[in-house]
């Protein structure tokens, strides 16, 4: 049996070893030290503990990642509650959802989500608390309001003689089983899924992080940039803490982080190690080295093979210095690589590797570092994880790709259902995925069952919630939602019998779709908008169960 340590016990243990060090940056904002860290999560403990708020409550984040964003989250942890983590680009709609679902006792919030969401449907919060400078939004209690009125006062109070290493003492959870935090797949009440992570998984995969990150960064600096948002497990794990736990200094970018906001960042940065999702490592290879390498002088001397060699390596340095030039190996995941992009960076020996993970495993299950990493697949099973495929034969037939081991979830929050159909008597966690594995135990994935899309900044987009919303529009049979690049697009079969009875021509039903398009827009949240809506002549084809065959329209 694998002994477990104490994961808010290693918070503390990283905050005191690194006191002096920078921690947390907005770019081109403010450095949080580790000791400024710690004298904000005392605060918030402060404030929790004079609001009433008890050991298992749950608190819900939502905001731009930022480094007051990443102390509440450690002030969440280390107090003993349950963090609610949730993607700030979620509707407002979906924020009140996640926020009722999760019983969260109290909201943290960016200055952006302020602004749109609504208290009065959130019922049973006892406040809301602004995440820039930590004031109330909102306080349904007197004890919150004199809590955080009179914070500076009781703090000066507990520590007359400043705040030092020794005050720093955290709630050690009961057992490595404990639920850490609940993370929602989506924000639709009817989609939604609450996956409860235990502290295990939180601390298995920082142990995988350190045996495959930690030996590889010596000598290459201690800067990290933070791109996927915190609210999102890949994120959360990989960028933020491994981060924390081993001393390092994270860079949060804030914005949206668009091509030229990261290619910027990695550049002043010069991050040890870079996380991505597949579109962010695209666009930069597409804007910054494509056009340098595809005029016809350099087509030709690619084509003669006593300089082609000598050609790679510097095209190899253009996309190295592109990220930074001084990362050990760039990891990404959450969905395939576009292929003339890998076969470009296979062709150059460039440094990445595709793992795999689900939310439900806190998030690693498939991983093999670049120098070991086989083309087209997405590593082995884990550290502290086993994979299996579910199939006669693993090695020719597809087959569902199940998981096992500390990382993988407690189950769903208040859904016993959804949990049996993915949690098996064995401990398997069904994935929903399709893949093949060789015999060396590399796993390559075939489909996902599960139909979910990946929006450029790492944001799980769920076809069906979309679909389900434009089915119900005007003259709208049935739809799929495809992924072209980065942009969404709905195919829509249409009442062609209802249009010929109303007399509508082919350019009135483009004008109704491009109206549908419009509206579905104004209730998606911005990373799930649809670009673009295709008619389609046949209706779509279907299983004998009578679910559309998805994959003829990918």
Same mark, same amino acid.
């Given at each position: 049996?694998?002994?477990?340590?104490?994961?808010? $016990?290693?918070?503390?243990?990283?905050?005191?070893?690194?006191?002096?060090?920078?921690?947390?940056?907005?770019?081109?904002?403010?450095?949080?030290?580790?000791?400024?860290?710690?004298?904000?999560?005392?605060?918030?403990?402060?404030?929790?503990?004079?609001?009433?708020?008890?050991?298992?409550?749950?608190?819900?984040?939502?905001?731009?990642?930022?480094?007051?964003?990443?102390?509440?989250?450690?002030?969440?942890?280390?107090?003993?509650?349950?963090?609610?983590?949730?993607?700030?680009?979620?509707?407002?709609?979906?924020?009140?959802?996640?926020?009722?679902?999760?019983?969260?006792?109290?909201?943290?919030?960016?200055?952006?989500?302020?602004?749109?969401?609504?208290?009065?449907?959130?019922?049973?919060?006892? =406040?809301?608390?602004?995440?820039?400078?930590?004031?109330?939004?909102?306080?349904?209690?007197?004890?919150?309001?004199?809590?955080?009125?009179?914070?500076?006062?009781?703090?000066?109070?507990?520590?007359?003689?400043?705040?030092?290493? $020794?005050?720093?003492?955290?709630? !050690?959870?009961?057992?490595?089983?404990?639920?850490?935090?609940?993370?929602?797949?989506? %924000?639709?009440?009817?989609?939604?899924?609450?996956?409860?992570?235990?502290?295990?998984?939180?601390?298995?995969?920082?142990?995988?992080?350190?045996?495959?990150?930690?030996?590889?960064?010596?000598?290459? =600096?201690?800067?990290?940039?933070?791109?996927?948002?915190?609210?999102?497990?890949?994120?959360?794990?990989?960028?933020?803490?491994?981060?924390?736990?081993?001393?390092?200094?994270?860079?949060?970018?804030?914005?949206?982080?668009?091509?030229?906001?990261?290619?910027?960042?990695?550049?002043?940065?010069?991050?040890?190690?870079?996380?991505?999702?597949?579109?962010?490592?695209?666009?930069?290879?597409?804007?910054?080295?494509?056009?340098?390498?595809?005029?016809?002088?350099? /087509?030709?001397?690619?084509?003669?093979?006593?300089?082609?060699?000598?050609?790679?390596?510097?095209? !190899? &340095?253009?996309?190295?210095?592109?990220?930074?030039?001084?990362?050990?190996?760039?990891?990404?995941? %959450?969905?395939?690589?576009?292929?003339?992009?890998?076969?470009?960076?296979?062709?150059?020996?460039?440094?990445?590797?595709?793992?795999?993970?689900?939310?439900?495993?806190?998030?690693?299950?498939?991983?093999?570092?670049?120098?070991?990493?086989?083309? =087209?697949?997405?590593? /082995?099973?884990?550290?502290?994880?086993?994979? /299996?495929?579910?199939?006669?034969?693993?090695?020719?037939?597809?087959?569902?790709?199940?998981?096992? %081991?500390?990382?993988?979830?407690?189950?769903?929050?208040?859904?016993?259902?959804?949990? !049996?159909?993915?949690?098996?008597?064995?401990?398997? *966690?069904?994935?929903?995925?399709?893949?093949?594995?060789?015999?060396?135990?590399?796993?390559?994935?075939?489909?996902?069952?599960?139909?979910?899309?990946?929006?450029?900044?790492?944001?799980?987009?769920?076809?069906?919630?979309?679909?389900? /919303?434009?089915?119900?529009?005007?003259?709208?049979?049935?739809?799929?939602?495809?992924?072209?690049?980065?942009?969404?697009?709905?195919?829509?079969?249409?009442?062609?019998?209802?249009?010929?009875?109303?007399?509508?021509?082919?350019?009135?039903?483009?004008?109704?779709?491009?109206?549908?398009?419009?509206?579905?827009?104004?209730?998606?949240? &911005?990373?799930?908008?649809?670009?673009?809506?295709?008619?389609?002549?046949?209706?779509?084809?279907?299983?004998?169960?009578?679910?559309?065959?998805? *994959?003829?329209?990918?």
């Amino acid at each position: 049996m694998t002994a477990i340590p104490s994961f808010n $016990e290693l918070i503390e243990k990283s905050i005191i070893e690194h006191w002096d060090r920078d921690a947390l940056t907005d770019y081109k904002s403010a450095t949080l030290q580790y000791h400024d860290v710690a004298r904000k999560i005392e605060k918030l403990h402060i404030m929790f503990e004079n609001s009433g708020v008890v050991k298992g409550d749950k608190i819900a984040l939502c905001g731009r990642n930022s480094a007051n964003w990443a102390a509440a989250y450690l002030a969440t942890l280390t107090y003993g509650a349950v963090a609610v983590p949730i993607l700030n680009e979620f509707t407002p709609d979906q924020i009140h959802n996640i926020v009722n679902h999760s019983d969260a006792k109290l909201l943290f919030v960016g200055d952006v989500v302020s602004t749109v969401i609504d208290a009065t449907k959130m019922p049973n919060l006892e =406040g809301i608390i602004n995440i820039p400078d930590y004031s109330l939004f909102v306080s349904r209690t007197d004890k919150l309001t004199y809590a955080r009125e009179h914070l500076n006062e009781i703090f000066g109070k507990k520590y007359p003689k400043f705040f030092r290493k $020794e005050h720093v003492h955290y709630y !050690r959870e009961e057992s490595p089983d404990q639920l850490a935090l609940i993370n929602y797949t989506s %924000g639709t009440t009817g989609f939604s899924k609450g996956v409860m992570i235990p502290y295990r998984a939180l601390w298995s995969n920082y142990d995988f992080a350190c045996e495959v990150m930690g030996k590889n960064l010596e000598g290459r =600096g201690d800067n990290f940039i933070s791109i996927l948002p915190l609210a999102h497990m890949y994120g959360m794990a990989f960028e933020f803490i491994y981060e924390i736990l081993s001393g390092r200094h994270i860079f949060f970018l804030t914005r949206v982080p668009s091509p030229s906001i990261i290619a910027q960042a990695f550049a002043d940065i010069k991050p040890a190690i870079i996380i991505a999702v597949p579109l962010v490592i695209e666009k930069i290879v597409k804007k910054k080295v494509f056009p340098k390498i595809q005029n016809s002088r350099m /087509k030709l001397l690619l084509n003669m093979p006593v300089v082609n060699k000598k050609v790679n390596e510097r095209i !190899r &340095q253009e996309v190295v210095n592109a990220f930074g030039g001084q990362f050990y190996e760039i990891i990404v995941g %959450g969905a395939a690589f576009n292929q003339e992009v890998e076969a470009f960076l296979k062709r150059i020996n460039f440094p990445y590797t595709v793992g795999y993970g689900a939310t439900e495993c806190a998030p690693i299950i498939c991983y093999a570092p670049w120098d070991e990493f086989v083309a =087209g697949s997405c590593g /082995k099973a884990a550290l502290h994880m086993e994979v /299996k495929i579910d199939s006669p034969d693993p090695q020719h037939i597809p087959g569902e790709i199940l998981a096992r %081991g500390l990382n993988v979830m407690l189950g769903y929050y208040k859904n016993e259902e959804a949990t !049996r159909q993915t949690l098996d008597s064995e401990g398997w *966690y069904h994935t929903g995925d399709l893949g093949l594995m060789d015999a060396d135990g590399n796993v390559f994935i075939k489909g996902r069952s599960k139909n979910m899309l990946l929006g450029s900044n790492g944001q799980n987009i769920y076809p069906e919630e979309i679909e389900d /919303k434009l089915n119900s529009m005007a003259m709208v049979v049935e739809s799929v939602v495809i992924q072209e690049e980065e942009k969404l697009v709905g195919l829509v079969y249409p009442d062609y019998d209802e249009a010929k009875n109303m007399g509508l021509s082919r350019e009135d039903l483009e004008k109704i779709m491009e109206e549908n398009r419009v509206e579905l827009n104004n209730i998606l949240p &911005q990373y799930s908008k649809i670009a673009a809506i295709r008619l389609q002549e046949e209706e779509f084809e279907k299983t004998p169960k009578k679910s559309i065959k998805r *994959y003829l329209y990918q």
